[in-house]
């Protein structure tokens, strides 16, 4: 009777070992289907925030390329008004010219032989061309400044619009704004 005793309590530790390895290997089944559902949400989710930042940075760099091409519109339009402001100081210098060799040469034959009237005339012959060189270079002076006021305004847009950097206002900005 021991032998079969003794069958019975390692059938019945066989049955409780096989009983426990299937509950141990039904708990692991459950934890790996729990963790294999927390890994795929968990990549739907990382997914989905990888497409929400794409999506971001694709209309970040549409704005960028329409800021950039509105601000090279704008540079184009500052550039024909600057080169039209430059033709019409041309024309009005072209202008004082055409009046002071049109005063010289009437000075110069209206003086006669008077040497004192030459010397007037020669005087204020001097004086006009004076003028129309300080003339000419105030204009070149004011063609560069419009450059540099448009170079400035241009490298302010896009610092703002398309690098989107913050704006900082001070007296010097102030100053450099167009009139």
Known sequence: MTWI???LIAAVLAALAAGAAAVR???IGVGEARTQAQCDKQKAIDQAETLRLERERSADQLIKFRNAERISDEQA???ALRERRIRAGD??????RSAIDTLNRRDVSAAGSDPGSVALAEGAATARELFGSCNQAFLGLAAEADRLRDQVAGLQDDAMFVCRAPKQTNKTERALEPL
């Open 91 to 96: 024309a009005v210098a072209d202008q004082l």
């Open 25 to 27: 290997s039904h708990l």
């Open 5 to 7: 005793r003794l069958a």
């Open 77 to 79: 339009k500052r550039e």
